[in-house]
């Protein structure tokens, strides 16, 4: 209101000074008339004449120069005034503003997020259900190429023996007892009841895995081909677990201190708020259909895998080896920097060789990881056994890396060169010191009891001496 007033006010100052420049206008135009009604036909008149000319044209000018020096004033008066608004109300609404700019984009990366994840698993599983599929209009999904390579060239093995027909059959078990119940999970088991397209593409992959299951039951024998099969089918069956619930996460999912169930999707945990009791139970039978078949999908790669760790750790043993030979060729070469560098790299390699085996077992890396299929197993862990540069650097920051490294340099010296051995003593070493260093400190917190609670001390007590104990 304020700002309008002031705009106001400065158009009447202008409208003023423009009526009186009109009006000084009209008075220099009437004295130009009577000045030639007066006119003489000498000199001297026209010269006066033409000083009364000058002297209108003058000072119309000037009042022009006038009229425009004070209009930019009055726009400049404006701006200033209208900045000053705008800086005011900017600085009260600056915070409001940032708030609301940063929940925005919070949400949208969420969403985006949870929208190509589930448009990924929909085209996925689109994809593996129908290999001809054509595209879809606005829907990018790519055909699949025709794979020339047999189950063999792709790493699947048969599996042969006792096992292999408990695994089948305990399996064939599990598989048939989801698929009843996720059917008895439409509706109460009513006769075309309405159910999501999700929940229909779930059951749909557990029966045609529950159908193959049947096949293969009493077997105790399987081919690659075969095993194939059930990698690409309990696969399906998997992912259409994952994509429902993560279907209803998008629409119930809510705080962890609300009122819900916690929900494993995938590796993740989230916590939904179902409509009904109905609604929980179906998701949690999802769930478990969900968890178990990647259970099951561990169980029947595990001795292939295992058979792939044996592998690995021959091609570990040899790159240790090869290390070996290489900081014997450093033997005799002139102490400096590159024999530095070179001298780190050997012993960082080595130190990854020979502990990779374990560090892969500690973080559970030889299992299938839900989701993965067999062959994205295999490149995993074919791609483990080469170390890469934070490998490197990471290692050779231990206190362990450098003594070994400043060793080795030490041995070069003198004509020998760090052994593999003396890597593994070394290893060991500062293993069992770290072990006694851990027993130490449990020792210790094991020793620190809090007093009993229960034990009634009297803090008034005085020992009285006895005979054979002095005063104090």
């Known amino acids: 209101m304020k ?21 000084k206008d009209q008075e220099k135009k009437g004295r130009k008339r009577a000045n030639s009604l007066n006119l003489k036909n000498d000199n001297a008149v026209d010269i006066d004449n033409n000083n009364v000319n000058n002297d209108i044209n003058n000072d119309i000018n000037n009042n022009l120069d006038e009229n425009l020096n004070i209009n930019n004033e009055i726009e400049q008066k ?37 929208a190509r994840q589930n448009q990924e698993l929909q085209n996925e599983n689109e994809r593996l259900r129908n290999p001809k599929i054509k595209k879809k209009k606005g829907v990018k ?57 999700h929940y229909r593409q779930l059951c749909n992959d557990l029966n045609a895995l529950d159908e193959y299951m049947k096949e293969i039951k009493g077997r105790t024998k399987l081919t690659a081909e075969e095993m194939e099969k059930y990698d690409k089918l309990s696969l399906k069956a998997y ?15 809510v705080e962890k201190d609300e009122e819900g169930i ?24 999802v769930e478990e259909a969900q968890n178990s078949i990647q259970e099951m999908r561990a169980e029947m790669f595990k001795h292939q895998i295992d058979q792939k760790k044996d592998e690995m750790a021959k091609a570990l043993a040899n790159g240790s080896m090869e290390e070996e030979l290489n900081r014997e060729k450093m033997v005799g070469k002139k102490d400096g920097p590159e024999l530095k560098d070179s001298m780190e790299t050997s012993v960082a390699k080595t130190i990854f060789y020979e502990n990779r085996i374990t560090s892969l077992e500690k973080s559970g890396d030889f299992s299938i990881k839900p989701g993965e299929s ?36 030490e041995k070069q010296k003198s004509g020998a060169a760090l052994t593999r051995q003396d890597i593994q003593d070394m290893t060991k ?23 009993d ?12 001496p006895t005979n054979d104990q002095p005063h104090m």
């Open 3 to 23: 700002e309008n007033e002031n705009i106001k006010e400065n158009e009447n100052i202008k409208n003023s000074i423009l009526d009186d420049l009109v009006l």
């Open 78 to 114: 404006n701006n200033n005034q209208i900045n000053a608004n705008g800086e005011a109300n900017k600085a009260d609404n600056t915070a409001e503003l940032e708030r609301l700019r940063k929940d925005k984009e919070k949400l949208e990366m969420q969403n985006a997020s949870l």
């Open 141 to 197: 999904i790519k055909e699949e190429k025709k794979d020339e390579k047999t189950a063999e060239e792709k790493g699947y093995k048969a599996e042969d023996g006792k096992d292999c027909g408990e695994i089948v059959d305990s399996q064939y078990d599990k598989i048939n007892r989801l698929k009843h119940l996720t059917r008895e999970m439409t509706s109460g088991g009513k006769h075309g009841a309405r159910t999501s397209k």
């Open 262 to 285: 916690d929900v494993t999707i995938g590796t993740e945990e989230y916590r939904l708020s179902p409509n009904s009791d109905y609604e929980r139970m179906r998701i949690r039978a």
């Open 239 to 253: 992912r259409s677990s994952k994509e429902y619930l993560q279907y209803k996460m998008h629409n119930r999912t």
């Open 374 to 409: 067999f062959t994205s197993a295999m490149g995993r862990l074919d791609k483990s056994t080469t170390p890469t540069e934070d490998d490197i650097t990471d290692t050779l920051n231990t206190d362990l890396a450098k003594e070994m490294v400043n060793k080795g340099l």
């Open 429 to 451: 070493q500062s293993e069992m010191k770290d072990g006694n260093a851990l027993r130490k400190a449990n020792d210790i917190q094991k020793n620190m009891k809090k007093p």
């Open 453 to 464: 609670p229960n034990l009634n001390i009297n803090k008034n007590l005085v020992l009285k």
